[in-house]
């Protein structure tokens, strides 16, 4: 971890370095914006594994509906529903786990980058935007605000959107007592941290939507396939039947 750290402090003194030469020689300048692309290069280094923890996400919550009926159909036959489940998982390419693989490479590197956020020299007095100092939390709460929402809406995203499913509402409010802790925290956090934090979660925001966009088209395309065969199927065999 100490490695990590060291590293990653480094590499966003070279990436500071590097908007002080082409950009502007201004602390009040360059620091906020070297945090913006420190934050950006970061997320493409992970983006191979962002997308696979997204997708994983994404393609569980669109199961849920059939998982759900397993569960009511099996309740008293647990081991039944369980292999009912294994096969939906297989057939749709997904696993339980696959989601969670991807967080784990990351975690090390997102306490890291923690630190480093934490214990950026030199910023003390640095104005950026609206901020007075970017060592000092956010006197106008705009910061903690957007940490909240940012937070809620990357999170929500992902989440299963079927009101009557005990397990749609549960994560619901999870991801509403996430938000707000992570709101709640950033009020005393310093402002360079809860910068990077809000960053990061628009860039997330994005990649899902985009990811979720994807997914959607393929599905389309499928159907459209599929209806098309299905149609050609009929009018061969009307053919065929008129023929005789």
């Known amino acids: 971890m100490e ?5 990653l402090s480094q590499f966003f003194e070279f990436v500071h370095n590097l908007i002080k030469f082409v950009v502007a020689d201004n602390p009040n300048v360059s620091y906020g914006l070297a945090i913006i692309l420190f934050t950006i290069i970061i997320r493409v280094i992970l983006l191979p594994l962002n997308i696979k923890q997204t997708r994983s996400q994404v393609k569980m919550q669109e ?37 969670c693989l991807p967080l784990l490479i990351q975690m090390p590197i997102l306490f890291a980058l923690y630190y480093v956020f934490y214990n950026l020299p030199n910023i003390d007095g640095v104005k950026f935007l609206w901020l007075p100092n970017l060592a000092a939390k956010d006197p106008y709460f705009i910061l903690p605000v957007l940490s909240f ?11 299963a959107k079927n009101k009557d499913n005990p397990q749609a509402k549960s994560m619901s409010s999870m991801n509403i007592m996430m938000a707000g802790m992570m709101g709640f925290m950033s009020i005393n956090f310093k402002s360079a941290l809860v910068l990077y934090w809000v960053v990061n979660n628009l860039i997330q925001i994005a990649q899902t939507y985009i990811m979720k966009r994807l997914e959607e088209n393929k599905k389309s395309e499928l159907n459209g396939a599929i209806a098309k065969e299905v149609s050609s199927d009929v009018d061969e065999k009307k053919n065929r039947k008129n023929n005789k």
């Open 3 to 7: 490695l990590l750290r060291q590293g």
């Open 149 to 159: 929402a940012t937070t809620y809406i990357s999170s929500s995203m992902v989440a």
């Open 63 to 99: 199961i849920q509906p059939e998982i759900q009926k397993l569960q009511t159909k099996y309740k008293n036959d647990p081991q039944k529903a369980q292999q009912e489940m294994s096969k939906i998982y297989k057939e749709n390419g997904v696993s339980p786990l696959s989601g």
